[in-house]
């Protein structure tokens, strides 16, 4: 039965116009980016970070300190995503800090609302290490209250629990300069009138400053131990074999591995630490790579609006123009036309074919992957090359013939890669392969969220997805492993967990597709379990959402205001079934009344994720009742904002759908 003509004309004007805001919003270059957007402590950290490394003429800076205070929370505080129900403790005192050490008096309104909700929550003592690491090297906070990183990390092999390689990528490249930062202990003291003393009303130094003590006995007791034990040596030791020796082998890691355009592994955290590392060892502000490192943070990362200045965490150039093409041909707009063209050339540009970090556990493969970011030869990541072989295996019947040798060899590379890359499971992580160490999460550093990267479901069926895009199906032994996994990890709800986006909704959304890909029976009854679930979550209003603090209330999942991007995700997952005609005729209405008059939608929530915040890298990390130092909050989550997530994942989806109902 054909959806009524009424709703197929409102579709198709819907498609067309979000059509002419693609071409639109193309960039010169032949991509699209959108603005990423995080929590304040980006901007915090970077106005904390200037007055570190002694940098005074920042031209950012106005609009930045700007950009903190107009996103003040009305109870004082700063949040972690939008319409969160409390604030984050971190991120209000890095940014309490930031703006008393701009010059901000200690009794201007803003500033008491804010220090009022950091007592009233705990106070600096209930922060995580990086904060504390902060305040240390302000002088606000001792050293020995925080946790000891010995850079002689640097030796250990790679079939040590704590080899730099068996931590995330993310935490790897951050971790090589705080060992520096930890080794030296710099302080860079505040200005006498910006001291932020009203934060201390048990002073500075005592038992409340000290790590706290795990109870019990276990591996958690054990590091607590192995901490002190380092900090005395790092302190009395007249003898430090290895130390200095330890430390120039951290500085060359780092140094190798400085990007093209200034930056570290494409993200904030290393990037800032890094330069900071740099100038505590010497390293004058107008040497190259400190230059190149701090220059690198105008734009295309400094985004300027009316709200201020703000500095993305991340850029995602790539994974937005591959997730643009991929609605481009869901909606089957033609491959060889100027725009699509441009696009592909950029993409097959920026292939990535030299080896990075992931070669230490991959050693005899070609480089074939694809990074997140404009810069980040070291860091390819398997969920960009996925949908990198799917964009590329739908483009090839239809691209010039002249590109099509270069599409193959692109193939040919991403598909080896991706491949090797699958974890001893079957499934496949971010970034690593079998980057699995649990004794990493039980350190006492380890307590700001992720420090490994294990492999999920989303990332593993955006894989599947690929390869059966590629032709394949259950027949070949991985994708059978594959999904075999995906089969285990589903939820007693029929949903599977988003590891990396959304959350329940998005999990399952990877799930369906990848499956009906690959030749699965798509009425089989844990695909269906999976499909009433998210017909049960569906609003009032015909769209889906829901909200980030799903992470760690159950009874949220699936739950929250609709949003474009995650009504795409659930209608593309119920498209996959072929039922559900009734729920997917809504959700299309939905996206065809709340599209704008320039042909997108505006979405406000966070409906990414960095990270979950579970120290394990997915919720089947936790045991039944197991709790975390963290609420609703997500004070150990790092949630995103994807400023394009609201065109191109309802586009995709309404392309689809378009096929769909001329049934």
Not at 271 to 282: K, N, P, Q, T, V
Not at 390 to 404: C, D, G
Not at 631 to 644: I, N, T, V
Request: some cysteine.
């Amino acid at each position: 039965m054909q959806a009524c003509p009424e709703l197929k004309s409102e579709l198709e004007q819907t498609i067309n116009r979000a059509y002419e805001w693609s071409c639109k919003n193309q960039h010169d270059g032949g991509h699209w980016v959108g603005f990423l957007e995080t929590n304040c402590t980006m901007e915090a950290e970077w106005i904390l970070g200037m007055h570190i490394m002694g940098v005074t003429d920042d031209p950012k800076k106005e609009g930045v300190l700007k950009a903190i205070r107009r996103q003040q929370r009305p109870d004082g505080a700063w949040g972690v995503y939008h319409e969160a129900e409390s604030g984050d403790l971190n991120a209000t005192v890095e940014c309490y800090a930031a703006l008393r050490a701009s010059g901000a008096g200690a009794n201007e309104p803003h500033i008491i609302k804010a220090r009022e909700w950091i007592l009233s929550h705990g106070g600096v003592e209930g922060c995580r290490v990086f904060t504390k690491i902060w305040l240390a090297m302000l002088g606000e906070w001792p050293w020995d209250g925080t946790p000891t990183l010995p850079p002689e990390i640097v030796f250990f092999p790679l079939n040590f629990p704590f080899s730099l390689y068996n931590f995330a990528s993310w935490a790897r490249a951050t971790i090589v300069p705080l060992t520096i930062i930890s080794a030296r202990r710099p302080i860079r003291p505040l200005a006498p009138g910006c001291r932020l003393d009203e934060l201390f009303p048990k002073g500075r130094r005592g038992r409340h400053t000290h790590l706290p003590k795990p109870k019990g006995f276990g591996w958690a007791k054990f590091f607590w131990v192995a901490d002190i034990a380092l900090r005395f040596y790092q302190k009395y030791s007249p003898i430090k074999p290895l130390r200095e020796n330890a430390i120039k082998n951290c500085l060359e890691w780092i140094l190798s591995r400085q990007e093209a355009d200034g930056c570290w592994a494409g993200i904030q955290p290393p990037w800032i630490y890094s330069l900071m590392a740099m100038r505590f060892e010497g390293y004058p502000l107008d040497h190259p790579a400190v230059k190149a490192g701090i220059r690198c943070f105008d734009q295309p990362w400094a985004e300027n609006n009316e709200r201020g200045t703000f500095l993305q965490a991340c850029t995602s150039p790539v994974w937005d123009t591959l997730l643009t093409q991929l609605a481009m041909l869901d909606c089957g707009w033609d491959c060889s036309s100027p725009a699509f063209l441009k696009s592909l050339e950029y993409i097959l540009d920026e292939q990535i074919t030299a080896r990075g970090d992931w070669c230490y556990k991959v050693p005899h493969v070609e480089g074939g992957g694809w990074a997140f970011e404009y810069e980040n030869d070291w860091y390819p990541d398997i969920d960009d090359t996925a949908v990198g072989l799917i964009v590329l295996a739908r483009a090839l019947p239809n691209a010039p013939e002249a590109l099509k040798p270069r599409i193959r060899e692109g193939l040919r590379r991403a598909e080896g890669w991706v491949r090797a890359m699958v974890s001893s499971n079957g499934a496949w992580a971010a970034f690593d392969k079998d980057n699995t160490e649990k004794l990493i999460k039980l350190i006492p550093f380890a307590d700001f969220g992720e420090a490994i990267d294990p492999p999920s479901v989303d990332v593993t069926a955006h894989v599947v997805e690929a390869l059966g895009c590629l032709g394949h199906d259950m027949s070949d032994p991985q994708v059978a492993r594959a999904v075999d996994y995906i089969r285990k990890e589903q939820e007693a709800d029929g949903s599977w967990f988003g590891r990396w986006g959304v959350n329940h909704i998005y999990g399952t959304a990877a799930v369906l597709p990848a499956l009906e890909k690959v030749g699965e029976n798509m009425n089989s009854l844990y695909v269906v379990k999976a499909a009433e679930w998210l017909v049960s979550k569906q609003n009032e209003d015909g769209g889906w959402g829901e909200t980030c603090a799903s992470y760690m209330d159950e009874n949220l999942r699936g739950v929250g205001p609709s949003t474009p991007s995650q009504t795409g995700w659930a209608l593309m997952a119920l498209l996959a079934t072929g039922n559900y005609r009734d729920s997917i005729e809504r959700g299309v209405r939905y996206l065809t009344t709340q599209q704008t008059a320039e042909g997108s939608w505006e979405e406000l929530h966070y409906t990414g994720t960095g990270f979950p915040g579970y120290g394990g890298g997915a919720r089947t990390n936790l045991k039944a009742g197991q709790t975390l130092k963290q609420g609703k909050e997500l004070s150990r989550g790092f949630m995103l904002r994807y400023h394009m997530y609201r065109h191109y994942f309802p586009l995709m989806a309404l392309g689809r759908a378009r096929e769909f109902l001329a049934k």
